[in-house]
């Protein structure tokens, strides 16, 4: 039995995009890689909404984090880390472990970032000695969506420079790279973007790749002034995930076929019908409602339950694999993502899954109570379920 894949990366790929990647090995440095590598700059810059140059790495997403820190820093600078979860802490431990000096300005796992707060802290610092600002787009441990356009809005004309992780927001929801003024955004293929996981994107502005020249951390494979010259030539600077790189083409064609916006609606869409599928069994949800991400939905496990019980009996009795909780919230939530190739009967038959996994497990459920409130959503307030959209997904 195929499972269905609802972690929150890396996510389901389509058999097309798979196909991709099976394509028998190129040059990496031959006239087809070199058109390979354009066309995906291409895409991603449309994807990601910037006209600015787009480095892509053999790494996950924190390669990609990585690179954005050791390019733009040097040691003993000031940065500001507004986590809210695992990920932003982590961004914060890349920071210091390359001898940053980072200032924690986090909030209670479950909330996002307040903007006001931001704007207070960068007031009173009027001599620019902050001069980064570490921002998780969209926090996969906690399921919390930042409101990242009021977070730039904030951060106003302080000389900091922005670095936003959105593996796990970026294609997924409205992001306007170079209109907020981000510096410095990572993401990854094994994400929104529906390809598999080895590729990562980093896109710099002006003043970002003004900094990448002064700045003094240590770097060599994640140096971007050598896949920024690299790329001017049509090349990397080093042998790239060549079959990755050749299913994120496919998948992002995909992904542009959709449309931009078709695919922020059909996240939002999904991440609405899981939320109501776990209300309507009576579970409760672990981000706040104003800070509900549309990427990855955070429960909390119902008392009584071992989460890894509920986990090994979705994965092994049912087919359908969920995420767990990380650190602090190990044991008390686990985590239902919704990016990469989904159809509406995936979510379905995975929340009637959920039904029977908790009823095995003692936990009285109304059988057909989460499933028909997620196929209620999905349908939409008419009633009648959006065919365009469920194919774009398939
Ligand atoms: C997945 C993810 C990452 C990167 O994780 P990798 O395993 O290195 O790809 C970073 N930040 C967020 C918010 C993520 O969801």
Known sequence: MSEILLIPGPVAVSEDVLAAAAAPMQNHRG????????????RLREILQTRKRIVLLGSSGTGALEAIVVNLFSPGDKLLSLSVGSFGDRLAAIAR?????????????????????????????????????????????????NDLE???????????????????????VELRTDDWGIDALATA???????????????LSDRAWEAAEQAKMPRFYLDLLKARKAAEEGATPWTPPVPILTA??????NYLKEGREA??????????AVRAGCMAAGLSLFA????????????????GVEAKALLSRLRERYGVVVGGGQQQVEGKIFRIGNMGALAERDLIGAMGA?????????????????????????????????????????
Request: hydrophobic share 45%.
């Open 31 to 42: 006239p087809r890689a070199r058109a390979l590598y354009e066309r995906l700059y291409e």
């Open 97 to 145: 472990a390359y001898g940053a000096e980072v200032e924690s300005m986090s909030e209670q796992w479950g909330w996002g970032n307040d903007p006001q707060r931001l704007r207070d802290r960068l007031r009173a610092d009027s001599a620019g000695v902050i001069k980064g600002i570490l921002i998780t787009h969209n926090e996969t441990s906690t399921g919390v969506a």
């Open 150 to 172: 009021a977070l730039m809005k904030a951060k106003g004309d302080h000389p900091a420079l922005t670095v936003v992780d959105s593996v796990s927001g970026a294609g997924a």
């Open 189 to 203: 293929s094994q994400k929104a973007l529906a390809a598999p996981p080895g590729a990562a994107i980093v896109a």
């Open 248 to 253: 994120l083409e496919r998948a992002s064609d």
């Open 263 to 272: 695919a922020h609606a059909r996240h939002a869409r999904y991440a609405s």
């Open 288 to 303: 706040q409602p104003r800070w509900y991400s549309q990427t990855v939905t955070a429960v909390r496990v119902p008392a």
């Open 354 to 394: 959920l039904e029977l996994a908790l009823g095995d497990l003692g936990v009285r459920v109304a059988l057909g109570s989460a499933s028909a409130a997620t196929a209620r959503m999905l349908a939409g307030s008419d009633g009648s379920v959006r065919m365009a959209t469920a194919r774009a997904a398939v």
